[in-house]
């Protein structure tokens, strides 16, 4: 038998089969959606008897809550699957696999994993385990307020702190200003031009917030950054470590690692973990 883990990010779908050689892959995640991919793939694989899906977005129960991100078809996926094909899934956040990965790979088990990439989210990591919250809702930094913006976050609100310190933010506010669609991080932090330094500066700043955040509140041995903008961008990680103690409880700094994810992603690693502990 053979068990498929996913990974479903705001901008890609990756995903690799277990037990099967060379069965990996990934694609835009606008391309096909996540139920009609799963359905090809037990078509193609009938020997598949349990999946395990990583989503970037609100999951609780086998439901998908809201994914200010990606178009979803089947929000109660588990549900279908399981009904429609026997086959058993689990459906998890995508940082909270993330977060499971990065504490195997580091071996700590007290740690936030946060990322930035096409959204911003945490990860939490308290005694080796995921802290999910009530209804799995535990982490989710990008959406606290922070300022108010002349546009609105995927989740409706206009205010989020993912508006600022994210890849989708950051071309929200470069289409704002009227740039260059395709511009970089680094370009804008090399620009002379005063509202490309502003977007640069700003997301910066509510990079260092959220993680000060983070890291006051949970007070973790370890606090790992992830992400797109973060792997094209590992300067991102020293600037933290000089500033996080501008908005962190101090003695909540002490003895704090501040480490750039190896991981390749980190996501899928977490959710093979979780197939390897079903």
């Not at 209804?135 to 206009?158: Q, S, V, W």
């Amino acid at each position: 038998m053979s068990q498929l883990a996913i990974d479903v990010g705001g901008t890609w779908l990756r995903y690799e089969l277990l037990g099967e050689d060379d069965v990996c892959g990934k694609f835009q995640s606008k391309e096909q959606p996540l139920l009609e991919f799963i359905t090809s793939m037990l078509r193609r694989y009938p020997q598949i008897d349990a999946i395990a899906v990583s989503f970037a977005g609100q999951v609780h129960n086998g439901v998908i809550i809201s994914a200010p991100n990606i178009d979803v078809k089947e929000p109660k996926l588990k549900d279908f699957v399981e009904t429609n094909f026997g086959v058993s899934l689990i459906l998890e956040n995508d940082l909270n696999c993330a977060a499971l990965a990065e504490s195997v790979y580091w071996n700590e088990k007290e740690l936030v994993a946060l990322y930035s990439g096409t959204g911003l989210g945490g990860g939490l990591i308290v005694d080796g385990k995921i802290v999910h919250g009530w209804r799995n809702l535990a982490g989710e930094i990008g959406h606290i307020p922070y300022k108010t913006a002349p546009f609105k976050c995927g989740c409706g609100k206009d205010n989020c702190l993912e508006l600022y310190a994210s890849g989708s933010g950051i071309q929200k506010w470069i289409k704002y200003f009227g740039l260059k669609e395709e511009t970089t991080l680094q370009q804008l932090k090399s620009s002379k031009n005063p509202d490309a330094m502003k977007i640069a500066e700003s997301y910066i700043e509510a990079l260092i917030y959220a993680a000060a955040t983070m890291v006051t509140i949970m007070n973790p041995k370890i606090l790992v950054f992830g992400g797109g903008v973060i792997e094209h961008n590992p300067e991102l990680i020293e600037i933290v470590r000089k500033r996080i103690g501008d908005y962190a409880l101090l003695a909540s700094c002490e003895g704090l690692r501040v480490e750039k994810s190896r991981m390749e992603n980190a996501s899928l690693e977490g959710v093979k973990i979780l197939l390897k502990r079903f």
